[in-house]
């Protein structure tokens, strides 16, 4: 599928408001069928996501923001909440099938914890840039009670939330004006 | 930029070789040119980057990868030490001038961490996918000494080591045959 920098990257903005335009099902899992390719640490794989777009969850969510994030969840036809499987290395028979990697993690807590948050949000980056691509505007969020969350959408699982993503048609109307960015020179370095 | 999503997903591999074509700096400025875009929270751009491209560079760093990342790191023309400014709040003046929040997080060692972390990870995720659209590809690894890695590359700084990736022109023969993924009923519901 074409699709160019400019959405993906440079012309691409965080949403305030959204528009009621729904977003299909099929969307949702091209969303999924694009970013579960992206690469993670022996294929660990450990994002999880609910998408939440009925009004019965819509409010559950709701219910767990912090208010300046209200309205966007309100606004939004879907907000993804994107969990990470803390027994992440339960699928790697599955998923990494060529060795047993499942002793690499299993009993190592703080591995667990690290790799499970770092490749998770590996995937929600993954996961904004394929919302993108499929034309979906995108509202990153990470202002909730965590606790709350994991309760109200993982409960009786090994899921804890990372973070939440609004997607939809984005109203440009509520978009801020562009925040700068770090120059190369002041975040990168050749050696 | 044209780009297609089998080059940034779906067709994309992991590189475990790579042919000895350079990867001029314009490529690299390039890369950061596109990536820092990519939202965080707050803005807050955690990320810092060295480009291990050197002989010398490249031999220390050599010296702090896991035995079966070292011929990777010798064949990449570069390879990427993806940090996280742990005092990335300082920055927040100055990339989030609308409001005053160096106090959300300063004297917050928890939140400080996971923002770091977080951020810094989805930031990996936009850099994975801003080397594929330049036609780079990518062989992410985290198996590394980080303390050691921190010593090398970031002493007398803040930052602390996420993950390394090393970039060039792949050698397809050196690419193993690909792991499944979970689909998106194994992954993914909606609410």
Redesign the interface.
């Known amino acids: 599928?074409?699709?160019?920098?400019?959405q993906?990257?440079?012309q691409?903005r965080?949403q305030n408001g959204y528009f009621a335009d729904p977003v299909p099902?099929t969307t949702?899992?091209e969303l999924?069928?694009?970013?579960?390719?992206?690469?993670t640490?022996a294929?660990c794989?450990p994002?999880?996501?609910?998408?939440?777009?009925?009004d019965a969850?819509k409010r559950t969510l709701i219910d767990c923001m912090n208010a300046g994030n209200v309205d966007k969840v309100r606004q939004a036809p879907v907000t993804a909440v994107i969990g990470m499987d803390m027994a992440f290395y339960e699928?790697l028979p599955?998923?990494?099938?060529?060795t047993n990697a499942r002793p690499w993690f299993a009993d190592k807590p703080e591995l667990i914890a690290?790799?499970a948050?770092?490749?998770s949000?590996?995937?929600?980056?993954?996961f904004?840039?394929?919302a993108r691509?499929l034309g979906l505007d995108?509202g990153?969020m990470?202002g909730f009670d965590a606790a709350k969350m994991d309760a109200a959408?993982w409960g009786g699982t090994t899921v804890k939330t990372?973070?939440v993503c609004a997607l939809g048609r984005g109203d440009p109307s509520k978009v801020?004006?562009r925040?700068?960015?770090?120059g190369?020179d002041e975040?990168?370095?050749?050696?």
Chains 1, 2 share one sequence.
């Not at 994002?47 to 009925?54: K, L």
């Not at 599955?94 to 060529?98: Q, T, V, Y």
């Not at 925040?179 to 770090?182: E, I």
């Not at 975040?187 to 050696?191: F, K, V």
């Open positions: 599928m074409n699709v160019n920098t400019e993906l990257f440079t691409a965080t099902e949702l899992r999924w069928d694009l970013m579960k390719w992206g690469p640490s294929n794989s994002a999880r996501i609910v998408f939440v777009s009925s969850a699928q599955k998923l990494f099938p060529h690290s790799t948050f770092r490749n949000s590996l995937q929600g980056g993954y904004i840039v394929a691509a995108c990153p990470s959408f990372n973070f801020f004006a925040s700068p960015r770090l190369f975040a990168c370095r050749i050696a």
